[in-house]
């Protein structure tokens, strides 16, 4: 059986300057190949060179990602393959015979051939099937699963107008044989909106950590070994959260939790809010917009990875899908061994080009909220309290990291020329008691504000109102609907206090202009 890199499904149900320019000599090159007509010359995605430089150095430095991956081997990898997709229905919509009809269909396997994608509108479109494509196929258990109502309100799965559950899809791969696809992009980066529209590359919405709860409590109740069960779950754990260097290892403490515990700590992580890989469920991490993507320097909350050409998305689309069991962090290792290349699964470099072309492309669509004269009265407080130092027009971000609190940067810090010198206080969990942890956060952008949520780099806010509410410093606080920590009924959201000593009508006003945007 191929390893589809595939013990990334266990982990879902636990749980996607001067040296830049120098050391990257290709990353100019490969920023105008993304964009040039005609047969565009394809970067190479698994660059030793290329790796040696993609990422932010770590608060230890000498504990940040090593890529042992030799390219040769990497390229004896076999390509895998995409099928075309269907939707799924909530299963209160579902057609009659829907799914009869789908095993009566032929499989079709999508093929991303550069011979046949004469324009960059072409390798949109190709980068979009492969924005849906999964990484493993769900077994008949999987359907099933999607047909259990308790399911679906245990965790308030959104759907479309159209009764459409968006963030996976049906896939025929073997005649008779329909499948549930996991672990696509668009699983986690897929928005339904209130008017049951959707937003494709938006911060999603789909529970997915509550939804792994639910499935979690029907497993462990089938289980007659629970001691046994437990145990797995702690050691699938240590790839996701592992990070032994850390004074507080996310990993060994997640090895003391009890059952019981594991199950409340995911239950408490809101919609738009994960604990993926190489964070925790103490600090989780709001899902990223991957709207205005081409034009952010840095990936990722904490900056970790430099988004200096094409080639970087596309490397680091890669890792985010497995590729970081390529790597080493000082003697911590994913794997002691991995299985010969012949038995696992990669993309194609086509398959990934024309993925980041495609996140590339992507736009917000059209906004509601009309520029009236609140939100001009707005922009004036949002000018006058000196807002665009750090969220400068037109990105409304200026692509720079910010320290945390607790965290002294190095002198020689190769990104030296992209840093402020002060922090603005946040709570800096995710940028230093994780494995993504840089010292940094990225400052975020503004634009698309108006369907995002929840804010902050946790998820701890529900809304603009709360971000801006003074009395989100207090310790009686209590946000409706952001990430708090079990047992912690409130709590203070602390940091950035610029926008929390204004009057209430120039907060509203304020908030009216930034939801305009």
């Not at 057609?95 to 499989?107: F, I, N, Q, T, V």
Request: hydrophobic share 35%.
């Amino acid at each position: 059986m191929k390893l589809h890199i595939r013990w990334l499904a266990v982990l879902g149900a636990l749980i996607c300057l001067p040296l830049i320019v120098q050391a990257d000599a290709a990353a100019g090159s490969e920023k105008a190949a993304g964009t040039a007509a005609g047969a565009p010359n394809i970067p190479k995605t698994w660059s030793s060179e290329a790796l040696r430089a993609l990422d932010v150095p770590l608060t230890k430095p000498e504990f940040s990602a090593k890529y042992f991956m030799d390219e040769g081997l990497y390229y004896r990898i076999p390509v895998r393959p995409m099928w075309k997709s269907y939707p799924i229905y909530h299963p209160s919509k579902e057609p009659a015979g829907y799914l009869d009809d789908l095993a009566k269909r032929e499989p079709e396997e999508i093929v991303v051939d550069p011979a046949k994608l004469k324009t960059e509108e072409d390798w949109i479109r190709a980068g979009e099937q492969v924005f849906d494509a999964p990484l493993f196929y769900e077994t008949q258990e999987g359907v099933d699963r999607l047909h259990d109502l308790k399911r679906y309100e245990s965790a308030g799965v959104p759907v479309t107008k159209d009764g459409i559950m968006p963030f996976n899809r049906y896939f025929i791969y073997k005649k008779g044989k329909v499948r549930v696809g996991q672990f696509s992009c668009s699983m986690c980066h897929t928005r339904v909106m209130p008017d049951g529209s959707v937003i494709k590359g938006a911060q999603g919405n789909f529970p997915k950590e509550r939804l792994d709860a639910y499935d979690r409590q029907v497993t462990a109740a089938k289980r007659t070994d629970a001691p046994k069960f437990l145990d797995e779950l702690h050691d699938f754990a240590r790839n996701a959260f592992g990070a032994p260097w850390l004074a507080q290892d996310p990993w060994a403490r997640y090895t003391k939790l009890s059952f019981d515990e594991i199950q409340t700590l995911w239950r408490a992580i809101p919609p738009g809010v994960q604990a993926r890989v190489g964070t925790s469920v103490w600090n989780p991490v709001q899902v990223p917009d991957l709207i205005g993507l081409k034009d952010r320097t840095y990936l990722d909350h904490t900056g970790l990875t430099r988004n200096r050409s094409v080639g970087d998305l596309m490397r680091y689309a890669v890792n985010n899908q497995g590729g970081f069991l390529f790597a080493n962090h000082g003697d911590f290792k994913f794997n002691e061994s991995l299985p010969p290349p012949e038995e696992m699964l990669r993309y194609s470099d086509e398959q990934v080009y024309a993925l980041a072309l495609y996140l590339y492309s992507l736009k917000a669509p059209q906004n509601p909220h009309r520029f009236d004269a609140q939100a001009e009265r707005g922009k004036a407080v949002f000018e006058r309290e000196g807002c665009g130092h750090c969220h400068t027009p037109p990105l409304y971000t200026n692509n720079k990291l910010t320290p945390v609190d607790g965290f002294d940067v190095p002198p020689n810090h190769p990104d030296r020329e992209n840093i402020f010198d002060f922090s603005v206080g946040t709570d800096p969990g995710l940028a230093l008691a994780t494995r993504r942890g840089t010292g940094f956060y990225k400052v975020p952008s503004l634009l698309g504000l108006w369907y995002r949520g929840p804010l902050q780099h946790s998820g701890q806010v529900a809304t603009l109102e709360e971000w801006f509410d003074p009395r989100r410093l207090r310790a009686d606080f209590v946000s409706q609907g952001g990430f708090r920590l079990p047992g912690a009924s409130s709590g203070a959201v602390p940091g950035h206090e610029a926008g929390l000593r204004i009057s209430p009508q120039e907060r509203q006003d304020l908030i009216a202009f930034l939801r305009t945007l």
